[in-house]
């Protein structure tokens, strides 16, 4: 994943594909603390679709700035599942141990 930030806004490359950061650091913490002060809810509510622990998702919530955050993976999955959520979209986040590891890189070309 090459990432390119300038500002707050940042291009993501998963291979093809390109997509543009609707949200910076901040405005994605302002989301999750909008979460955790629904009625009811509670940081493993919040952690378990992102896939994070709550120690993760205490690091990203205790940062400040615009950027400050970008590189980590809370950042990543809050802006996955809030555009999902934006976009009427659903998904099923699976755990760690039932995903399916990335293929092998393939081998180098010979010399």
């Not at 970008?70 to 802006?79: G, T």
């Amino acid at each position: 994943v090459f990432v390119c930030a300038c500002f707050t806004t940042a291009f993501f490359f998963f291979g093809p594909h390109k997509t543009t950061v609707r949200w910076n650091c901040d405005m994605i913490r302002q989301k999750i603390f909008r979460l955790l002060s629904t009625p009811g809810s509670t940081v493993d509510d919040v952690c378990k679709p992102l896939g994070c622990t709550s120690q993760q998702l205490s690091d990203f919530l205790t940062l400040q700035g615009a950027r400050n955050g970008m590189c980590m993976p809370v950042f990543h999955a809050a802006l996955a599942y809030f555009a999902w959520l934006q976009d009427g979209l659903t998904c099923e986040v699976t755990s760690q141990e039932q995903q399916q590891p990335p293929p092998p890189p393939p081998p180098p070309p010979p010399p």
